[in-house]
């Protein structure tokens, strides 16, 4: 059991009753930072740890409930894939999580505020194709995710975030590794859709939902891929088809562009807060953002959520 969690049918009954809000992008702050590589990487640096502590904290103090650890490809796949660091998975993911509840720890130290803050431990993809479509076996993808979800697990995290996904097999993939290590801790899935509500796979958003409920996902949703705008379009169809369940979203903060040779997102935090209050008409649990987003645009999500900014 994570560390902030006796139950987790508690959790879920909070959720039932609230949304909560998540954190931002850990890649975006890096950036910000001058780290260009991929962000779970960041963690074998050995100013790692206080780095992203901060940057959790800053979320935490910006309205943020939970927040995911860092660790969006350090799985054994993805890790080979980033240089041959399959060797590194149990210190990254073991020092990810211990940055995240530094994090707690030093905001319960300097604020009077006592609200129930959860981590989430992040499986992001496995940089695999899997058959029919490429030439990864599926048991591989399992064994992959397992390995990761077991050391995040045994790290305290409160619950499983599995995000980023574009094809429904590798998300069920994720799930399946999930349950073979822990069937009792919360598992959320998000998969990335374009803006017409279709993965780069061909799963729409309609019709996910259903599958993943009936693997053994408490959580369904989606994630970046598009800016809170056409998130607004895609919840609709994932709540309509899915009247009872329990939703995620995390939009971008708009999309990508280069100026003067930096990733800038087209989103304010206004603006995002703005199509937010359209977003949460179809009552999500969890409210966050993905690429782009800072402390800024979750502070706008949080009052917005908190009935501040109406």
Known sequence: MGINLKNNQDFLE????????????????????GYKGPSDLFMLKSEAGNIVTDIHLQ??????????????????????HSGGYCSEIE????????????????????????RPLYIAGGLGPS???????????????????????????????????????????????AVEA??????????????????????????????FGKVLLGAGCDIIGANCGVGSDSMIGIIKKIRNANQEARLIIQPNAGLPKVIDGKTVFSE??????????KILA????IAG?????????????????HGKNQ
């Open 178 to 207: 999930v349950k073979s290590i822990n069937t009792e801790i919360v598992i959320a899935c998000t998969l990335t859709f374009m803006d017409n509500g279709v993965t780069v796979m061909g799963n729409k958003a309609e019709e």
């Open 282 to 285: 179809y009552k999500p649990a």
């Open 59 to 80: 979320f935490l103090k910006a309205g943020s409930d939970i927040i995911q650890t860092n660790t969006f490809g350090a799985n054994i796949l993805k890790l080979g």
């Open 268 to 277: 304010t935090p206004e603006i995002m807060a703005e199509n937010f209050k």
């Open 127 to 173: 940089g695999e194709l899997l058959k029919p479509y490429g030439d990864m076996d599926y048991g591989k993808v399992v064994s992959s995710f397992a390995k990761q979800a077991e050391i995040l697990i045994k790290s305290g995290v409160d619950f499983i975030l599995i995000e980023t996904i574009m094809d429904l097999n590798e998300a069920l993939a």
């Open 14 to 33: 909070i959720l039932d009753k609230k949304t909560l809000i998540c954190d931002g992008a850990m890649g975006t702050s890096l950036n910000s930072l």
């Open 91 to 114: 210190l990254i993911n073991k020092k990810a999580a211990e940055s995240a509840v530094n994090a707690i720890v030093l905001y319960r130290e300097y604020s009077s505020d006592a």
């Open 289 to 305: 953002a993905c690429c782009g987003s800072t402390p800024q645009h979750i502070k706008k999500i949080s009052d917005i959520v």
